[in-house]
């Protein structure tokens, strides 16, 4: 025989060996917890740092992506409304649909704030579980990495068990010597007062009592507008800010036109994980956006060029 036949043979029988798990994740942060957990899985992150979580295209190749997943991850908690269920019916697997195991809602795993007992258009683009951007809470991933990894050993029981339990412990080893660095940067934080656009970061600000004094949005989920801007132009609580924070998806001109009137820096931070060094982990991006905050703390009495990295 010879050695390409037998090329072709060994390569047509994957003879014993497991197929590969497929994880399609709805947002970069569920698959870095994803990936914590099953390091060689094949992963199809949905959206980016650089668009808008709400309004994704149910591109052919999402769909195809899906089809072929062992497990869709995803924020739910309505987050996804506007383009999951398209993306679920086209790619019509049969596990991953609505109560099938093949689809994990974090939201489900998860204490949201401000839930919302009655909605109408008035109120804007406002989600009725409570805010869905729960990610940046360092307090709501260590659950919901618990329920991730059991639910993987269901769908995927041919997964080595035993390695990624040894995984998961040393992910929430890390988890827990990241929160001890975000308890002390919270500490140079706490009474600072922002500008923001939209809740992206409103679990981390909490956390760390940084207070969002003033949204560049009219209603949550719209655009800013001229006559909002000139609104919060005239508002007292605007001398009370240190920053204008917003994200990269987000069109800077609105955050760039106040700050020219106000002497304000703006702050563009990802609310998710880039390709980056310093944000391509959950817990990396939550240290980088703690300490880029603090950077413009009142209370930071340290900022140096050494700082500034
Ligand atoms: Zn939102």
Not at 4 to 28: D, H, K, M, Q, Y
Not at 74 to 100: D, F, M, Y
Not at 178 to 198: P, Y
Not at 249 to 277: C, F, N, S
Request: charged share 20%; aromatic share 6%.
């Amino acid at each position: 025989m010879s050695s390409r036949l037998l090329t072709v043979i060994l390569l047509a029988c994957s003879c014993g060996a497991r197929a590969e798990f497929s994880v399609f994740a709805c947002e970069p942060e569920w698959a870095d917890l994803a990936r914590a957990l099953v390091p060689d899985a094949r992963v199809t992150v949905a959206t980016s740092a650089w668009q808008d979580p709400h309004y994704i295209e149910p591109r052919p190749s999402l769909i195809a992506a899906m089809r072929n997943s062992d497990l869709a991850v995803c924020t739910g908690a309505s987050l996804e409304t506007g383009w999951l269920p398209v993306l679920i019916q086209r790619a019509a697997n049969h596990n991953i649909a609505e109560n099938r195991q093949g689809l994990f809602y974090a939201a489900s795993h998860t204490h949201l704030h401000q839930p919302h007992d009655h909605i109408d258009r008035s109120m804007g683009d406002v989600h009725p579980e409570g805010n869905p951007h729960f990610h940046l809470n360092p307090h709501a991933a260590p659950e919901i990495m618990e329920r991730l990894a059991h639910r993987i050993e269901q769908v995927a029981p041919a997964e080595d068990t035993k390695f990624m339990r040894a995984l998961h412990t040393r992910w929430k080893m890390r988890w827990k010597q990241s929160q001890e660095q975000w308890r002390a940067l919270a500490v140079g934080l706490k009474g600072m007062k922002v500008v923001v656009q939209h809740s992206g970061f409103d679990y981390l600000l909490r956390y760390a009592g940084i207070e969002a004094v003033l949204d560049l949005e009219p209603k949550p989920g719209l655009p800013p507008t001229p006559s909002h801007l000139n609104q919060l132009l005239n508002d007292p609580r605007l001398q009370e800010a240190s920053v204008i924070l917003i994200s990269p998806y987000q069109d800077p001109q609105p955050a760039q036109w106040l700050a020219e009137r106000t002497g304000l820096k703006v702050l563009i931070l990802p609310t998710t994980l880039t390709e980056d060094e310093a944000t391509d982990t959950l817990p990396e991006l939550i240290t980088h956006i703690l300490t880029s905050l603090s950077r413009f703390s009142p209370k930071s009495t340290r900022v140096s060029v050494s700082d500034e990295r």
